[in-house]
């Protein structure tokens, strides 16, 4: 018999401390099969911290998957302990559903822990048939504080695609707001069987000209989900914003500008998403001695986003205002990401640290560059706390370690459990022969 490994332990109140310290935890712990155990869940958080419902779908989506003893498993708990164990081995099925856990749940679950379990892990037969799966998502697809549906298939799924993953499908069958009267949503992501593990490194990196000259994206792509009679306000204001922010000098009927309207359906539901694409240069800087770490050849474009789910008090004829304050915003915010040379914004930044962990050899990814303090250089931007808070739980979980340019020396994972460095357990390859039954919840947060 195998000897016990002791779990590695995290406490829950480090950095942002919330509901993405858990999922990456228990992500990397599902595929590598390294118990783990939390505490002070959610400690720094008011209303007294622990387990929510949206963590708890996350917990027994994962356990039931990988056959994992789970102690603590309760809505409120401080303490959580998560030791995988074998799987026992069962037919396999193709379609995965991720159901909601109460009204207002995003979709944090499905793209940040189910989605890279899914995407590391080697399909039973997958080298013969490439079927894929279909992993359907319910929850919201428009929530503050949560990736948009919009954001994850305009800017985290093609990213995904650069990076070497194959190409996914979304497939929108409902949307599910928090404003305008709560709702439940739901998204169906079809995944190509996963053949090429351990993923290779990647770079995320661009060569521009000086700093002054990076303002220029290839196009501009807007979504506006508004009611009818305020779509022509949104087109309005992004011309004026876009104009000034990126220097056009009043001629944005001539930039590469795509707007992209739907109803809302309420008048408190009004949001925009603004995507950048950036060319990506032929040549990538060689930054290890590994000739096969550059960015995928069939990548043409970085994917920078920014949104706004209007999330304050709408007084009576109030939305000509409102519009324009979330372009000015949203616009403002792009422009500062683009300017900055980044490859990334910056809550994609958090969303690949993952990747780059598992990854095998040196991936490279550029977040961008601020004006240092006397205004004559440039320096790294600083991580958000968010992206601080993925990397802490990749170096504690993998041991791996990120430095201040975004470079991470990842640890290969393979898709085979134990002999990938996991503790002996459950393997990948039995895990998702078992995923097809199982259920992730209700749902009133999101799709993140």
Not at 25 to 54: D, H, W, Y
Not at 91 to 103: G, I, M, Q, T, Y
Not at 341 to 369: N, P, T, W, Y
């Amino acid at each position: 018999m195998a000897e016990a490994v002791s779990p590695i332990e995290l406490d829950g109140r480090t950095l942002e401390g919330g509901g993405q310290l858990i999922r990456i935890a228990l992500c990397l712990s599902a595929l590598t099969s390294k118990p783990v155990k939390i505490t002070n869940i959610r400690g720094n958080r008011s209303g007294g911290g622990g387990l929510k419902a949206q963590h708890l779908a996350c917990v027994d989506w994962l356990a039931q998957a990988c056959s994992v003893r789970v102690e603590g498993a309760e809505k409120g708990a401080k303490t959580l302990l998560f030791v995988p164990h074998a799987a026992r081995s069962v037919e396999r099925k193709d379609s995965l559903n991720v159901p909601p856990v109460f009204r207002k749940r995003t979709l944090k679950n499905g793209s940040r822990a189910i989605l890279p379990f899914v995407l590391f892990t080697k399909l039973p037969g997958s080298e013969e048939n490439g079927i894929p799966i279909r992993l359907t998502l319910s929850g919201g697809t428009n929530v503050s504080g949560s990736p948009s549906y919009d954001y994850i298939t305009q800017v985290l799924l093609p990213t995904l695609e650069n990076i070497g993953f194959p190409g996914i499908t979304a497939t929108l069958a409902k949307r599910g707001w928090s404003h305008g009267g709560t709702s439940i949503g739901e998204i169906t992501l079809e995944i190509p069987a996963t053949t090429r593990l351990p993923l290779p490194p990647f770079h995320l990196t661009r060569q521009d000209p000086p700093i002054k000259r990076r303002t220029a994206p290839c196009s501009l792509t807007a979504t506006v989900i508004a009611p009818p009679a305020y779509q022509d306000h949104f087109r309005d204001r992004l011309t004026t914003a876009i104009a000034m922010h990126f220097n056009l000098n009043n001629h944005a009927s001539d930039f590469p500008l795509k707007v992209q309207c739907e109803d809302s359906h309420h008048d408190k539901r009004l949001y925009l998403l603004l995507v950048a694409q950036i060319p990506v240069h032929e040549h990538q800087p060689d930054v290890t001695s590994d000739s096969s770490s550059t960015c995928t050849p069939s990548a043409t474009h970085h994917f920078l986003g920014r949104d706004w789910l209007y999330d304050r008090k709408l007084p009576p004829n109030g939305h000509p205002k409102a519009i324009a304050d979330m372009a000015g915003r949203v616009v403002r915010e792009l422009h500062g990401e683009v300017s900055s040379g980044a490859c990334v914004d910056e809550h994609l930044r958090d969303q690949v640290v993952i990747f780059q962990a598992l990854a095998k050899g040196r991936s490279v990814v550029f977040a961008g560059e601020d004006e240092d303090e006397d205004g004559e250089g440039w320096k790294a931007r600083e991580p958000s706390l968010h992206a601080r808070t993925a990397e802490w739980v990749c170096r504690e979980m993998l041991g791996v370690r990120f430095d201040a340019g975004g470079v991470c020396e990842g640890v290969g994972y393979g898709g085979n459990g134990p002999e990938d460095g996991g503790a002996e357990g459950a393997r990948p390859r039995d895990l998702v022969e078992r995923i097809a039954e199982l259920r992730l919840g209700d749902s009133e947060d999101g799709l993140s």
